[in-house]
């Protein structure tokens, strides 16, 4: 067994046990026994590379193990395990894992992990999975995920996913999903998403689905969908699906649904549903 000072230990033996002086393994140094040899660094660097090993390690900084090699990173850096590994990450670093390359970005920068992997970011950096995942966005910032490439923008900048995904975005900017292009306005401009898609808008904006065209209108004129849609809008406006929709009013407007055309009428006058519906009125 080799022992270093300074909280540092380096060891190569078929069966042996670690052991670190100046507070041994409690000081934030984790011993490690490899097949054929192991790495430690000091202050927070994961140790790794070993056949069939547990790691451990403190002060936030993750471990990471590979078949045969190992990287690491010093201070919120998020290390890359290929071929059937785990991550974890402290310190808002996003930990990414692909088949043949890992991808690391430091501080609110989005992360890519391709193949089959799963992306967390933190502090306000939105990851993007390609094939087949799922995004997470904080603060406000949208992710997006295509086939072949990732888009990224910070701070209320809408992104768009095509083909199969789904769309989330905070602080009243609306998502847009179509089939081969994207519309994206801020601000209180509503989107659409034609073929397969569901349309969220805040604000006071109503989204419109339709099967070849879409339409909106700003600021209290309640849209019309048809097909398959739902509609939401806020600040007393109503708006009307047909076909089988369900139909949301806020602000004492009545909202009202018949099998195929919807007649609202605001501000405490009654609605009228026919076929098997439930009316609601307010105020």
Known sequence: MEFLQRGVSTTRSFSNAEFLQRGGPHRGVSPTRSFSNTVLLQCGVSPMRSFSNAESLQRGVSPTRIFSN??????????ARSFSNTEFLQHGVSPTRSFSSAEFVQRGVSSTRSFSNAEFLQHGGSPTRSSSGTEFLQHGVSPSRSSSSAEFLQRGV???RSSSNAEFLQHGLSPAKSFS?????????????????????????????SFPSTEFLKRGVSPARIFSNTE????????????????????????????????FLPCGVSPM???????FLQR
């Open 273 to 279: 549903r026919s076929f098997f519906n439930a009316e």
């Open 158 to 160: 809408s992104s768009k």
């Open 232 to 263: 939401f809008l806020q600040h007393g406006v109503s708006p009307a699906r047909s076909l089988f929709s369900t139909e949301f009013l806020q602000r004492g407007v009545s909202a009202t649904r018949s099998f195929s055309n919807a007649e």
């Open 70 to 79: 190992a990287k690491f990173l010093q201070h919120g850096v998020s290390p």
């Open 181 to 209: 292009s994207t519309d994206f306005l801020l601000r209180g401009v509503s989107p659409a998403r034609s073929f397969s898609s569901t349309e969220f808008l805040l604000h006071g904006v109503s989204p419109a689905r």
